[in-house]
């Protein structure tokens, strides 16, 4: 992928697709910023070399123009974080863009309305693609967490604008998840949690060929006890997906990958915050109980396997860390990976929206080594995919 250099970017108007799809409440008051603080150091260089950016999202899944998923709530915080008056657009393509654009000084930055407002933004409509090109000399991608969509604004733009380089929140995804995870710093953990096997299938196989040591969690385990003929009570389980566990156990074997699952549980007797728990061995989970969090003896466990690791890769929570409940489990992994981290100059990698939310609400986001700001991105590229909005880069 080409990346940012020194080329001379001085009164050059550049095309920056950023993922700025933050959330907002029911006040369109930002409730996480994370995304748009990320895009700020490529936006930041730019603007530094003289070039004037033309800065395009994507909010939500609006259908057609929509105020509700308008990026003009974004305005004050951009502003405040570039330093700048950001001019915003009410559209992202035609006359009012282009003269807006025609008139942004060196330094200066143009945020265009919501791509999707245009339902050719998502069928990546050439001629589309070709209009939101046409205001800028060349483009930047980095829009990480919309890289596995193939979307005129990440995708067909590239066919328009050259060069199309990667921005520095891209390449930091790609040095991570791709490049770390390719060639890791032995030995090397994966933790996959989350509460379906089903979703983390590709993930999982993907990733037994690559670590030396497997920690599953969450609420897929009970779809593996099951399947190793563990009373599992009325803990979730994926029926059809019996078999599938029992291969992947069978598969990590094979490969030599020390696959570990938690010893014991925190069992409920019923799904809420209040329910009652207790502990339970791994192997017998009561009737009429149910798993939501793994235990303290499994944390140990976990634990001093990682204190033995040199990088590690985390994609989904041990329990449901929404209820205070349970979790410990959670809480326990994020604590593990900032002390190693900070202490020992472990690779920690946080892919994933449900790991990455348990480290923000622990307070620990600065303490990792990368925490990805894509969640389908993220996973897409675990599973060994190649995104569409990268690919486009390479060819260009
Ligand atoms: C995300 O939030 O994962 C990205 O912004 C992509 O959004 P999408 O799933 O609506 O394409």
Not at 18 to 39: E, G, K
Not at 68 to 86: A, F, H, Q, T
Not at 233 to 249: F, N, Q, Y
Not at 291 to 320: R, S, Y
Request: overall charge negative; charged content about 25%.
């Amino acid at each position: 992928v080409g990346t940012l250099g020194e080329a001379d970017l001085r009164g050059k108007k550049v095309f920056v697709r950023a993922d700025l799809n933050v959330p907002l409440d029911d006040a369109q008051n930002i409730t996480d910023d994370t995304r748009i603080r990320a895009s700020v150091p490529t936006i930041k260089f730019l603007l530094e070399k003289g070039a004037k950016v033309v800065l395009a999202s994507h909010l939500g899944r609006p259908k057609g123009v929509t105020p509700k998923y308008s990026l003009k709530p974004l305005v004050p915080r951009l502003s405040e974080l570039l330093g700048i008056d950001v001019v915003m657009a009410n559209d992202c393509i035609g006359e009012e863009v282009e003269k807006l654009a025609a008139a942004l000084p060196e330094g200066g930055v143009l945020l265009l309305e919501n791509v999707r407002f245009y339902k050719e933004e998502e069928k990546n409509d050439p001629e589309f693609a070709k209009k939101l090109a046409s205001v800028a000399d060349l483009y930047v991608n980095d829009a990480f967490g919309t890289a596995h969509r193939a979307h005129a604004s990440t995708e067909g733009v590239t066919k328009f604008l050259k060069p199309a380089v990667a921005g520095f929140l891209m390449q930091k995804e790609l040095d991570y998840l791709v490049g770390a995870v390719a060639n890791p710093k032995k030995p090397f953990a994966a933790i996959v949690g989350g509460s379906k096997v089903s979703t983390k299938i590709g993930v999982i196989e993907s990733l037994l060929a690559k670590v030396d040591i497997l920690i599953l969690g969450g609420g897929m385990i009970y779809t593996f006890y099951k399947a190793q003929g563990y009373a599992v009570g009325k803990s979730l389980v994926e029926e059809d997906k019996l078999e599938l566990a029992t291969s992947l156990i069978e598969k990590a074997k094979a490969k030599g990958v020390s696959l570990l699952l938690p010893t014991d549980i925190i069992v409920a007797d019923k799904f809420a915050p209040d329910a009652e728990s207790k502990i339970v061995p791994a192997t017998a989970i009561p009737d009429d109980w149910m798993g939501l969090d793994v235990g303290p003896d499994a944390i140990k466990t976990f634990n001093d396997v990682l204190d033995t690791t040199q990088t590690i890769i985390w994609n989904g929570p041990m329990g449901v860390f929404e209820f205070e409940k349970f979790a410990a489990g959670t809480e326990a992994i994020a604590k593990k990976l900032a002390e190693l981290t900070t202490s020992k100059g472990v690779t920690t990698i946080i892919g994933g929206g449900d790991s990455v939310a348990a480290v923000e609400k622990a307070g620990l986001a600065d303490k990792m080594s990368h925490i990805s700001t894509g969640g389908g991105a993220s996973l897409e590229l675990l599973e060994g995919k190649t995104l569409p909005g990268v690919l486009a880069l390479d060819e260009a």
